[in-house]
């Protein structure tokens, strides 16, 4: 990587906040230690300092998608605003190239009492456009948005959802060289989120760095290059977006005793050289495709990957991919059915419990999942001692591949997460014939029908 390539480079970044108590702290702090100083004291001091960042550095290069990922209050909006020069940093130093066009809380930089069309033109000239570039790309501004003839009413008229789909478009139609979102898109209906991203992968494939916030796990590894972890103003690990995502909901979900620990793990992942956690499709090739005596279970397949989450009232300990004949597998077939069991204990008693089960892509993309009982029901009491085991039915229609299963068992009250295990099984979808699908799924119950006529 050369230094040509680096559009955001972040060096030892931190920001202070002075936090008063009480409203006459603040004008005691700005007369009393002045005074103190000058009769000779020590002064004294009616503030205490929050760090909402501590010695923060990364680089962005061309044409990356980076996700920012964190619970509330880790440093991230203040990371962004940052970057975009609205903030001034206590010590260290960013460094940008290029337009920054960015979507951070809704509506900023729009005036209220301007319409629509004129907050267009107004945030096209504080990102450098001259009028007639705007008035160039009004038409697609405005097309992309699709707010119809609300374009000319006062944006304080606007939805919540208006308002995005303006800024948005303001942004991301200027072509700019860095686009930064803080999960504005969230409040957009689903409709206009496809159309944002399909624009950011547009964007990217034209070169654009990205800066993309949220807190959806999912949404980070499919978008995103590399992903940042912040938490409590310090940068956790800067790494591969999966091995990040496993990373933070691990620890939003760790007991006191646990949380520390983690800490200290992910600081001395982040520190080291060693960034593979994720399988690479080499990693499956020393498995055997053709039909053996055991083609239906490759001791091969065996995840690299699996993350086992603190106990907090259940746990796990035993699952396994078993075909109808009660034979363990991890080969599968098109079209077949399996079952895939979990079994361990409870531990504590809990309330309003559920169990579930996920299948993710090489990638880390989430391509479906189960849920018992269904969405809105509860097992309502659990008892510490009790066994319990659960059965999955898996009507094998996934195209061919290598996959992930990871497990769990959740309450609707804190402990959210009774146990889990992430990556535990492996499995492989064999390819028995010429593929007719693409992508995750096989949809198609017989061949394609063709008339020409």
Known sequence: MSSNDVVIQVKNLSKFYNIYNRPQDRLKQSVIPRLQQF????????????????????????????????????????????ICGTLTPTSGTVTTKGRIAALLELGSGFNPEFSGRENVYLNGAILGLSKEEVDSRFHDIAGFADIGEFIEQP???????????????????????????????????????????ARIEELKSHGTSILFVSHSGPQIVELCDRALLLEQGERLMYTQPLRVVRSYQKLIYAPADEYERLLQEY?????????????????TKSAPTDKTDSDSFDPGLSPETTEVYPVQGAEIRSFQIFEENSHVVNVLRPGENYQFEVSGRFVANRENVYFGFHIRALSGVIVTGQRYPEEGNFIKQVHAGENFRITYGLNMILVPGVYFIGTGVWSIYEPTCLHRVMDAVMFRVSQDQKLKSYGYVDLSSKGPALEIF
């Open 39 to 82: 009769m000779g004291k020590p002064p004294n001091q009616y503030f205490h300092e929050f760090w909402a960042l501590r010695d923060i550095s990364f680089e962005v290069c061309r044409g990356e998608t980076i996700g920012v990922i964190g619970r509330n209050g880790s440093g991230k909006s203040t990371l962004l605003q940052l």
């Open 155 to 197: 944006v304080k008229m606007y939805s919540s959802g208006m308002i995005v789909r303006l800024a948005f478009a303001v942004q991301a139609m200027v072509d700019p060289d860095i686009l930064i979102v803080d999960e504005a898109l969230a409040v957009g209906d689903e409709k206009f989120q496809r159309k944002c991203f």
């Open 267 to 283: 600081r001395t992942f982040d520190q080291s050289d060693d960034s593979g956690v994720e399988i690479s499709p080499e990693q």
